[in-house]
């Protein structure tokens, strides 16, 4: 309920900020079910559906991409469209390996993104700073809190 509460309460303001400002490009908000995805392929190739609407290309020149290529096509993907939040719901369901995948793409739209925030001068617009990248929120149960907190591999990363 918080959650989507949240997201829609987000949605609300992109689009206030929308009408205040016609240059401004709302930003949007990606949910995915994170349930079904077992390996780290699986995952990405899901993440790219939610977010695009299409499947990342996973062959180039004849050879395979590896999951480190196509995660770092996602998030260039995702700022491109404009993708503010992505939401992994049931990440409680996610393995280690998969929660791994999960920290590196955080650690890869930020080190995209040193700097975090474009800005201007705040008191003569109010989008004058504008997060950039795209974050990344996991909902779970209290199961995945216990996961992210037990000194666990997928916890320190």
């Given at each position: 309920m918080?959650?989507?509460?949240?997201?829609?309460?987000?949605?609300?303001?992109?689009?206030?900020?929308?009408?205040?400002?016609?240059?401004?490009?709302?930003?949007?908000?990606v949910r995915l079910n994170a349930s079904k995805p077992k390996t780290p392929l699986e995952l990405l190739c899901a993440l790219y559906r939610a977010a695009l609407d299409t499947d990342p290309i996973l062959r180039v020149r004849g050879r395979g991409k590896g999951p480190s290529e196509v995660l770092r096509e996602l998030v260039l993907r995702l700022r491109d469209e404009a993708v503010a939040v992505l939401v992994i719901d049931d990440a409680d369901a996610l393995s280690a390996e998969l929660l791994e995948l999960i920290a590196g793409l955080m650690a890869v739209a930020t080190d995209d993104h040193p700097d975090r925030l474009a800005g201007?001068?705040?008191?003569?617009?109010?989008?004058?700073?504008?997060?950039?990248?795209?974050?990344?929120?996991l909902a779970g149960t209290a199961r995945l809190e216990t996961t992210l907190t037990s000194g666990s591999e997928p916890g320190n990363a």
């Open positions: 918080t959650l989507a509460w949240a997201v829609q309460e987000f949605e609300q303001g992109e689009r206030r900020l929308a009408a205040e400002d016609p240059a401004y490009r709302p930003r949007r908000v201007g001068d705040l008191a003569t617009s109010p989008t004058a700073v504008t997060p950039q990248g795209t974050g990344v929120v």
